[in-house]
């Protein structure tokens, strides 16, 4: 007789969630969470929206591990403390759940405003893969504009 892998008995457990069909809830529950995530700015938020075996990738940044996404949330919250994010819209074509947005805050004592999408592939309730793509000129211009204001 084979192995449970060879007859297809592999256990529940293990394929559950790989195997559930992402649903439109499952998108509703991560644009939520998206939303907690900047109202709260808590960056331990990021441990129930991406997983730890994701791959991610920010303008500016490049490509990342999921489980180096609650670190680059936390300094990213850390250099612009007062940030305001105003979700302007979102899309959901199952896997996929898009996300417009704006972030408003003061990066380097200067104010900034930047515009972007953010595109995740959803396991379940989780994402396993993140484009976060955005204008780098502003934080670039505030940065500039802040060292120039404090000489």
């Known amino acids: 007789m084979g192995t449970s892998a060879e007859l297809g008995t592999e256990s529940v457990s293990e394929s559950a969630d790989q ?3 992402v649903t439109e ?3 509703q529950a991560m644009l939520e969470n998206f939303k907690r995530l900047w109202n709260e700015m808590d960056p331990r938020i990021v441990e129930e929206i991406v997983a730890p075996d ?6 500016g940044r490049g490509e990342f591990k999921g489980s180096e996404y609650p670190e680059q949330m936390r300094v990213t919250m850390e250099s612009i403390p007062d940030a305001e994010m105003e979700v302007t819209g979102h899309g959901i074509q199952l896997p996929y759940l898009f996300i417009s947005w704006i972030l ?13 999408i953010d595109r995740f592939r959803l396991r379940g309730q989780v994402a396993d893969d993140v484009w976060a793509i955005f204008d780098t000129g502003p934080i670039r211009e505030s940065a500039r504009t802040g060292a120039s204001d404090s000489s």
């Not at 994701?54 to 303008?59: C, E, G, N, Q, R």
């Open 19 to 21: 195997a559930r069909p």
């Open 54 to 59: 994701a791959t991610a990738f920010w303008s």
């Open 25 to 27: 809830s499952d998108a």
């Open 104 to 116: 408003r805050g003061t990066y380097a004592d200067a104010e900034l405003e930047i515009r972007g």
